[in-house]
């Protein structure tokens, strides 16, 4: 189940389950909206994006859905695996000047468990 | 391993010292970024140069703050005068560059920062 833990919402879920991983976002300028894994010790790992423009973008084991309405995006990851096992963070970016500099959220712990 | 090098990867300093960290982004990338992460929190972004020229800085980045690409290649990140609240993780990534979609940003291992 999800609970709010003392640093870090976290995820726990059994290895083979499909996981899903929330995040509302604020700037309804944003133009793209993606999703990075970070694991321990490690810098964040892009893992897929979408243009505002879209509801819906699927990858490798991942597909990622977004509200406008609601500014809500979520991450699905079907059949997950220990080796998914990181801090996930979504993130928006407004378009500044000529670059896209996204504005990460807080995060959300995945463990999954064998 | 993204091709983005840090280093060093740890740094322990006495409040009051400078401290400087190198990041030595992929080498046809023209866009380098810095950001600062603190624990249980998404990175934030700090500045960022397209080749040698330095377009943005985030209102984050204090006067003691400076950062440097000389050559467009690699850049420095300088704090002077460090303070206890500057401890933190401080990333660097880095883009090709474009006007009309996001590139992905390829990050490196990050410089961890403690300020005793």
């Known amino acids: 189940g999800e609970s709010v833990g003392l640093h870090l919402p976290t995820l726990s879920v059994q290895e083979g389950d499909n996981s899903i991983i929330n995040c509302a976002y604020s700037n309804s300028a944003s133009d793209y909206f993606i999703w990075y894994k970070q694991e321990s010790g490690k810098g964040p790992q892009f893992i897929i994006d979408i243009r505002s423009n879209m509801d819906k973008r699927q990858g490798q084991r991942v597909t990622v859905l977004l509200n406008k309405t609601v500014k809500h995006l979520s991450l699905q990851i079907a059949a997950t695996q220990p080796g998914d096992s990181a801090v996930y963070f979504c993130a928006e970016t407004p378009r500044s000047g000529g670059s896209y500099i996204p504005t990460f959220g807080r995060g959300t712990s995945l463990i999954v468990h064998p | 391993d993204t091709g983005v090098s840090q280093d060093p990867r740890h740094k322990i300093t006495k409040r009051g010292q400078n401290v400087t960290f190198r990041c030595d982004p992929i080498?046809?990338?023209?866009?380098l970024y810095w950001y600062r992460q603190t624990l249980g929190q998404g990175p934030e972004f700090l500045t960022y140069?397209?080749?040698?020229?330095?377009?943005?800085k985030s209102r984050l980045l204090s006067d003691r703050f400076s950062a440097e690409r000389p050559k467009g290649s690699f850049s420095t990140l300088e704090i002077q005068r460090t303070e206890q609240g500057d401890s933190a993780m401080y990333l660097c990534?880095?883009?090709?560059?474009?006007?009309?979609?996001?590139?992905?940003?390829?990050f490196g291992p990050g410089t961890r920062l403690t300020v005793l």
């Open positions: 080498s046809e990338h023209n866009r």
């Open positions: 990534a880095s883009s090709l560059a474009s006007v009309i979609s996001y590139n992905e940003q390829f």
């Open positions: 140069f397209q080749n040698e020229a330095q377009l943005e």
